[in-house]
């Protein structure tokens, strides 16, 4: 039986933006290390919200339970951790366990390809070893290796960002939409590479899409949002249906 | 590498990708910096320009009493011994001062002035020695121009006088030990040692000086006393508690207290204005900075927030626009000392001479220039704390919503 990566109980988050927001409400979240999860839903409900308490970089406002146990580590209660404002330790997971990829790919503009790849290696001052080619070569990027992200296409973009989440072999891969900006061809090329890529490294991949083309083949975890017109003022409830 | 290098290494590579805004900040700080280096040069030049000229002319030092009166040595070496006096040596009779010189070099005979000196002479401190006897002499640079003479001549001195109804004339021969600097007087004017000066006022009077073979009535074995003497001051800033202790023993004396007291006010005054002046221009920039930091941090949130996501923590993300305010003080430094070094130059060598001024007008030393970084940067880190602050409090989820 494998190990539960995450484990969340009656998490609550409230988020208001401009007059109007939404509350998503987490009664029960389990993943398991090795699955492939995909939170789908509609625009707005919360998906993006939900990667990023799971990224350890947004509070929740209340919770029953909330724990980490990534593989061959230890596990953290992250309740806790943000109850005490421990904002090393939550940087620690983070920076060793958890790799993220944005929409947009999120590089930074002034390291070359092959630094923002190296960046999260060098945070865990790990050693230099092929790790980075081999990953930019399997993603198809070896050839802009040395070339600023303002140069790269869309894709290839992207592609270096998966290549920069997985650089230090973590344990948890975070996507929020990471094929939105893409064209469908580039998408499913790059989706397929990457969940080979996962495959063989054991890395459990939670993904945040409205995109079916690319989910169909991953576990759903419903969204669902509460219907009704959009009021001023209005906080609109999210929770995963079964 | 620790957080803390990949910080580092990260603050600068993003300074010099954006360097036209990173240049736009080096500028504003160097417009700031360089006015007021400037102006605290053209201060410190003038006002130092001022006191250096006070200082260094030990004409200005010295106190001349007025008219005649009756000094001791005993009372001579009790001022001589004091911390704020740097020289003092007796004066005889003005009229029994005065010797005739003839060279060979030249026809003239020249009337000259008698000033007795000793080692410390501020008149003839650029000079290796002093007369050390009878036979030595030191010329004012007219008297050596119109007898013709230079170092090492021998010039033949005379005196007269009329004694028991006979006129007398004596000769010395006297080696010019050495020419004194012609900015100290236009006179013609002879130093020599105090026996010599002693010697002709004795022969003037009548009395006999045997170690020159001169005749004459015995001096009296009583202790003389002195009508005047030359004294200086060890510095400017000294001379006007000299006159006052001099006049609270019921001696009148003349200085130069009123110019060295105009000096003075003068540079208080400047350095009133100039401190007004830094410490507004310093707090306008401060918060210049502070502000174009906290927009910096605001403009950088979404790349902070991806540092935040990799596993950056909060503290060392504080760091990131701190050391850009540092590399922005240190270019803004260098730019304005560059930008002051080319104006002082304008101003010294082509404003200076148009004004007929042969003064530094603007100049700083090295220590100037040391200070000015170390205010450049306690004031960047001050303002860096202000966008550090803004640093941390952003929350990661919020700035990676923006892309």
Redesign the interface.
């Known amino acids: 039986m494998s190990a539960t990566v995450y484990s969340l109980k009656n998490v609550v988050k409230q988020r208001i933006i401009e007059n109007a927001g939404f509350r998503l409400c987490i009664p029960s979240l389990e993943i398991q290390a090795g699955e492939n999860i995909a939170i789908v839903g509609h625009s707005g409900c919360g998906k ?2 939900l990667l ?1 308490m799971l ?1 350890l ?2 509070c929740p406002d209340t919770t029953d339970q909330f724990e980490i146990s990534p593989v061959d580590a230890r596990s953290d209660n992250i309740d806790i951790l943000w109850q005490q404002k421990n ?2 330790r939550l ?2 997971v ?3 366990h958890i790799g ?1 990829v ?3 790919g ?1 590089l ?4 070359t390809v092959r630094e923002n790849i190296e ?2 290696r ?2 865990l ?1 790990l050693a230099d070893d092929d790790s980075i080619s081999s990953i930019s070569r399997v993603l198809g990027i070896h050839r802009q290796l040395d070339k600023l992200p303002g140069l790269l296409s869309a894709g290839e973009r992207q592609r270096a960002a998966f290549a920069r989440a997985l650089s230090h072999r973590p344990s948890i891969l975070l996507a929020d939409e990471p094929t939105a900006a893409l064209d469908p061809i580039t998408a499913r090329k790059i989706m397929a590479v990457v969940m080979e890529l996962i495959k063989g490294l054991k890395i459990t991949l939670i993904t945040a899409s409205h995109d079916w083309a690319h989910v169909y083949k991953m576990e759903l975890r419903i969204l669902d949002q509460e219907a009704g017109p959009i009021e001023q003022g209005r906080i609109y409830q999210s929770t995963f249906r079964d | ?3 803390v290098g ?1 910080i580092l290494r ?1 603050s600068f ?2 300074y ?3 360097w036209r805004m990173s240049g736009c900040f080096v500028l504003a700080l160097a417009a700031v910096l360089a006015p007021m280096m400037i102006l605290f040069g053209l201060k410190f030049g003038i006002v130092s320009s001022m006191i250096y000229e006070l200082v260094e002319n030990p004409v200005n030092r010295e106190i001349r009493p007025i008219g005649s009166g009756r000094y001791d040595p005993q009372w001579i070496d009790r001022y001589g011994d004091r911390d704020d006096v740097e020289f003092i040596i007796p004066k005889t009779r003005t009229l029994a001062a005065s010797i005739q010189l003839k060279s060979d070099q030249s026809k003239r005979i020249l009337s000259t002035e008698l000033m007795a000196t000793a080692e410390h002479d501020p008149l003839l401190a650029n000079l290796a020695s002093t007369p050390q006897n009878l036979f030595e002499i030191i010329l004012s640079r007219g008297a050596a121009r119109k007898l013709n003479l230079s170092r090492g001549d021998q010039v033949d001195a005379s005196l007269a006088r009329q004694f028991k109804g006979k006129r007398e004339r004596v000769h010395l021969n006297l080696e010019v030990i050495n020419i004194a600097d012609a900015l100290l007087t236009s006179r013609s004017v002879a130093f020599v040692h105090l026996d010599l000066l002693l010697a002709t006022e004795y022969f003037k009077d009548g009395r006999s000086v045997p170690e020159l073979g001169w005749s004459g009535d015995a001096v009296d074995g009583k202790s003389r006393s002195y009508p005047s003497f030359r004294l200086y001051a060890r510095s400017i800033y000294d001379v006007e508690n000299l006159v006052k202790s001099l006049e609270g023993q019921g001696v009148r004396v003349k200085a130069n207290a009123a110019e060295i007291a105009t000096v003075q006010s003068i540079e208080r005054n400047l350095s009133i204005i100039f401190w007004i002046v830094a410490c507004v221009g310093a707090t306008g920039f401060a918060f210049s900075l502070g502000a174009s930091l906290w927009g910096n941090v605001d403009r950088k949130k ?2 902070l ?11 060392r993300i504080v760091l990131f626009p701190v050391m850009q305010s540092l590399y922005t003080a240190t270019l803004g430094w260098l730019l304005a000392v560059l930008v002051y070094l080319s104006f002082e130059q304008i101003i010294n060598r082509f404003l200076a001479p148009r004004l007929k001024l042969d003064q530094t007008l603007c100049y700083l030393i090295s220590d100037h220039f040391f200070w000015a970084f170390g205010l450049t940067i306690v004031t960047a880190i001050f303002a860096a704390i202000i966008g550090g602050i803004r640093a941390a409090e952003i ?3 919020d700035g ?2 923006d ?1």
Do not use: C, V
């Open positions: 993006s919200t990023d990224a970089i947004l904002q090393d940087a620690q983070r920076r060793q993220y944005l929409q947009s999120g930074l503009p002034y390291l960046l999260p060098k945070l001052q | 590498m620790s957080q990949n990260l590579r993003d010099t990708h954006e979404r790349d927030s991806i540092l935040r996501l990799l596993g950056f923590s909060s503290r929350e990661p989820s990676l919503r892309i």
